[in-house]
């Protein structure tokens, strides 16, 4: 069998598509992220900060005024609200119904340093104050904190992530700089909560006894490399080999193995489904007798998603384990079953489904940690470039810090 | 209970007296979104009455009517609950009507996961008002996670909310069977093998008192496990979801691989690779044998029989695995 022409990122629909996300109104249909506003801004900018044109697609008049958004978000009692949507005006500043979210402060954070900003306004010590207080007992964190000093949010794994990276990028690896004398996480008891978390499986999940998901996989992973507890003796994993394995199984032919019985999957993935076949698409091998497409399911058993081929890949690449996977499957499935044609990445290898602002960055993303030709290369830990994050790391304040 | 939203905000005289606080986006904003005009004024309604921070019948309506539109507004789930709380304190609403609008929007709006956050906030507070009615309850919950999985057996939210469920309630009794049930139906539903083993082994810890030790019992258990294991095992040989679950059965009962060698070499017999089924068994064999050092030959077979026919995708890493057994020879 031939294999076809060698994909392509088609890097000019991708610039459009992002400054089309910046630059106009995202349709109606965002409503439902409308309290995530600055997380999708964060994917915008670091988008083309990926793309390599942040800089030279954007004005500096732009971007100051971004940044001046950015701020305008931060709250007075330190920390960033999650969109203007919350903002109570002048008079009720402070209110339980309008406070700092922990996500959106790192999401703050991170896209003010693909900025060029210098954080020099962010109110650094109210931030860090707040992150013990939404640590629980048990290690992990809430999304924010409620009236009464309660802790609001479910146990989750994208909040450990964000609370352990806000703390990170504000105080450094060793976790004793930037502000003197302000209260610590406890990072033994972040380290004790992820590791409570991993499966039965060797992924992590939600909790102690959840089922094993490559999304928070990844926070995790994330985290334990921001506390600089991922190294094989010491961290939070019952042991490498064991979630190596896990993470490498969630590579898969595009057309993954759910609810078939064993004689109709492998007959779709040796001929293809029945749509892909009268698409005249029918999945076929290489020459090496692996599957052309292979992207990433999310949990044992599921289908092929865009975003798992970065949630996937970045904790392997914090594991220094990428090359472990297939790298020409996942860049064929991403480049061509996902990439849309005007631009961005849709969720489903399905035709008909609209490129979104998150799977179109984790598309980008995952590429670029493969270093894909035109793409800035990845931070896999922080989720923004290379050249942000040395940008953070050369700022006075950071540099002094984190001696 | 919710009150159906008023066809216009400024012309309803529940709302006069409120003066609407417009969204002050700013310049340059990031991500505006092209609102409906619905949702700008409901909005605007919801800041004005969320800065006084009132608790009052008329907070039920608007938020439901924002939740409708945007379900993952999450200030708005806090803000709401505790209204709720304050006014079934007041005897002014009944907390199981709530579970009704709950179960009206989870059905629609299968990826939220607020909704479930809300869900065990409404169901404590049942609770805690009629310990007596505590089993009924219960029994509702699980019917109505019933028809949530009708819709998708692997809703992960569900599944999380299940867990804290059965546990908060000691609610572990028919757990085990409505799980056998799903993977008859399913056996690759790896959600359901998930709460399989939350059952059998969170259960059994919870039932277990702190300082007490194995109990008898628990080897018949590990027992009855591996039986289910190899019958779902010779339905679908190439199902990831068994052999995992295998994997973690004799882990915490801290039996060896090697004590299902035998199970192992039924589908994937290294003589004779022409007769292999699983890839899964060609896995856990390498393991076995990588145990060993006199062994190590044969895992390396193993290996190299998943890189280049049964598991292709996955050369690299079972060439990484070959790699580290020959470095530790």
Known sequence: ?403 | MNQPPPDSYASDPTWADLLPLPQDDGQHPLAQIAYTEEYTEAMSYLRAIMAKNEHSPRVLQVTAHIIEMNPAHYTIWLYRAKTLLALSAAGEVQLGCELEFLNDLALRHQKNYQIWNHRQTVVEAIAAAAPAEQEQLVREEKGFMNSMFERDEKNYHVWSYRQWLVRRFKAWDGELSFVAALLERDVRNNSAWNHRFFVVFGGMDAQRGPEEGEREEEGEVVEREVRFIEDAVFIAPQNASSWNYLRGVLKKAHRPLSSVESMCLVYAPLDEPDKITSSHALDLLADIYTEKTEEHGKAVKALELLAAKFDPIRANYWNYRVGLIKAAA
């Open chain 1, 1 to 403: 069998m031939s294999t076809p022409a060698p994909p392509t990122l088609q890097k000019p629909k991708h610039i459009k598509y992002w400054l089309r996300c910046l630059r106009t109104c995202l349709p109606s249909d965002y409503t439902s992220t409308d309290l995530n506003r600055l997380t999708l801004g964060f994917f915008c900018i670091a988008a083309l900060d990926l793309l390599g044109c942040l800089h030279t697609e954007t004005t500096e008049e732009d971007r100051a005024g971004w940044i001046n958004w950015i701020y305008k978000n931060q709250l007075p009692i330190g920390g960033f609200r999650g969109s203007p949507a919350t903002d109570l005006g002048k008079g009720a500043d402070g209110s339980e119904w309008d406070p700092p979210i922990v996500p959106a402060s790192f999401f703050a954070l991170a896209a003010l340093v693909s900025l060029g900003d210098n954080l020099e306004r962010v109110k650094k010590r109210e931030l860090l104050e707040l992150l013990p207080k939404v640590q629980r007992e048990d290690g992990s964190f809430g999304e924010w904190l409620g009236g009464d000093g309660q802790i609001i949010g479910g146990s989750d794994m994208r909040f450990v992530y964000c609370a352990v990276a806000i703390r990170w990028i504000l105080r450094g690896r060793e976790g004793k700089g930037v502000v003197e004398g302000v209260k610590d996480i406890n990072v033994e008891g972040v380290v004790r909560f992820i590791r409570s978390a991993e499966s039965y499986e060797h992924g992590i999940s939600d909790k102690a006894f959840g089922e094993a998901h490559a999304g928070l996989t990844y926070c995790a992973i994330g985290a334990l490399a921001l506390l600089g507890r991922l190294h094989p003796t010491s961290d939070g994993l019952s042991t490498h080999a064991n979630i190596l394995r896990w993470l490498t199984s969630r590579q898969v032919p595009s057309q993954a193995q759910d609810e078939l019985r064993d004689e109709e999957y492998e007959s779709q993935i040796t001929n293809g489904t029945e749509q892909e076949i009268t698409a005249g698409a029918a999945i076929t091998y290489g020459a090496d007798g692996r599957p052309l497409w292979a992207g990433f399911n999310g949990r044992c058993n599921k289908k092929t998603d865009t975003c798992y081929s970065f949630w996937v890949c970045g904790s392997l690449d914090m594991m220094k384990k990428l090359h472990l996977v297939d790298f020409s499957g996942n860049r064929r499935f991403l480049l061509e079953k996902t990439q849309h044609f005007i631009g961005g990445f849709a969720k489903l290898p399905v035709p008909g489904t609209p490129p979104d602002i998150l799977h179109s960055f984790m598309g980008l993303a995952s590429l670029a940690l493969m270093r894909e030709e035109g793409l800035n290369r990845l931070d896999p830990t922080l989720c923004i470039s290379m050249q942000a994050k040395e940008r953070l790391m050369s700022m006075d304040w950071w540099r002094d810090a984190a001696v």
